[in-house]
């Protein structure tokens, strides 16, 4: 399955988002006088995080011809989604990306250092992950090199303040609708700091470790969902069990150290996600759980598992559940079951019996536990 298949509402070219536009004006008034000078002659080496498509590296690879742009994603859908931008020409026919544009997916920007870092921000977004951004470019930019930031807020002092964390001397410029900054840096953090959190909650008596990050659901905290997720199953010998939409890992642990004989394989399309079960493995002391990066909703051994369970997001209209739901469908043996928690039953009600019989929808707590079978 294409990505093009997975998401049919990513057929054609998105407009950029007013920071990203911002941005990309600011580039444009660089191409003289402002331009950083690349540390290695004849290449210059862009890093990019944006809260779109990355049209601002876009620009640049197509407008600075000596220019290689990396687009650093955390989610594997979204750098997809960046990909078949970068694949459109502007009839909205397949074409290749620019040879000096590439997309990174991983937990953490890519290794190498960058003469001009790029970063759009909303004013709405989560703050820590912003701030855990701006650290990781600004730590991969050499000395001398540039960061330049943009934020959809006229009235912005958060990003100010931020970036003066990081060097004195701030230039801006200033929108009717918002801002652009950039900070040349002249030293590297004395300090860098560690955003991630470690955290611990019982299980049938047994102590989990956790590790959660800014970007995966529900960071410093154990969901109130997966709690109840793990309270609605149980684990018996040699089951296999699929976690679909991980996030950190705390269903998968949980179950995995119920019982050392079952297997539980865990998807999320987060890399950072993974980072944080893969830690989570290792503080647990686990050896029964695999795990996949994979936003398409095909994973390995289809028609295997014998249970599939899932904490689908519980805003929108509904889009990513199905997604997960039919997932757990192609997943499951016949006769498997499919366990999802969610605060709005009705759907589930009306719905879930599309894909699976003896379909039933119950309350626990604060929340609902939705289920169904897989026909034989």
Not at 11 to 25: A, C, H, V, W
Not at 125 to 131: F, H, I, K, S
Request: aromatic content about 8%; proline content about 5%.
């Amino acid at each position: 399955m294409s990505i093009e298949d997975f998401d049919g509402q990513a057929s054609k070219r998105s407009l950029p988002r007013l920071e990203e536009t911002l941005l990309i004006g600011e580039l444009k008034s660089w191409e003289a006088s402002k331009r950083p000078v690349p540390a290695q002659p004849g290449t210059l080496k862009v890093l990019s995080v944006s809260s779109g498509r990355h049209q601002a590296a876009q620009w640049i690879s197509q407008n600075w011809k000596d220019a290689e742009a990396t687009c650093w994603h955390i989610d594997s859908f979204q750098a997809n989604r960046t990909l078949l931008q970068f694949s459109l020409d502007s009839d909205n026919q397949h074409t290749s990306p620019p040879p000096n544009l590439s997309i990174s997916c991983e937990a953490d920007a890519p290794s190498d250092s960058f003469d001009l870092a790029l970063l759009s921000l909303v004013s709405t977004g989560e703050a820590e992950l912003a701030r855990d951004y701006l650290q990781q470019l600004f730590c991969k930019l050499r000395i001398g090199g540039r960061l330049m930031a943009s934020v959809d807020n006229k009235e912005d002092t958060w990003l100010l303040n931020q970036l003066r964390s990081f060097e004195k001397s701030i230039k801006c410029t200033n929108h009717k609708r918002g801002k652009v900054y950039w900070i040349e840096k002249t030293a590297e953090l004395k300090k860098v700091k560690d955003f991630s959190c470690e955290l611990a909650f019982r299980d049938c008596d047994e102590l989990i470790k956790l590790v959660t990050r800014p970007g995966v659901f529900s960071h410093r905290k154990l969901d109130n969902g997966a709690r109840q997720l793990l309270d609605a199953v149980d684990v018996y010998p040699q089951a296999r069990l699929l976690d679909i939409g991980c996030g950190s890992g705390s269903v998968a642990i949980g179950l995995a150290m119920r019982d050392p004989s079952a297997h539980i394989h865990a998807v999320d399309s987060n890399a950072r996600a993974i980072d944080c079960l893969k830690r989570g493995i290792k503080l647990n002391h686990l050896e029964n759980i695999t795990f996949e990066i994979n936003p398409t909703g095909l994973y390995g051994a289809p028609d295997s598992y014998d249970m599939a369970l899932a904490n689908p997001p519980y805003y929108g209209d509904f889009h990513i559940a199905e997604k997960f739901i039919a997932a757990a469908q192609r997943s499951l043996r016949p006769g498997g079951r499919v366990v999802l928690v969610n605060k709005q039953p009705s759907w589930y009600e009306e719905n879930l019996k599309r894909w699976f019989e003896d379909c039933e929808v119950f309350p626990s707590r604060r929340y609902f536990i939705a289920s169904g079978t897989k026909a034989s």
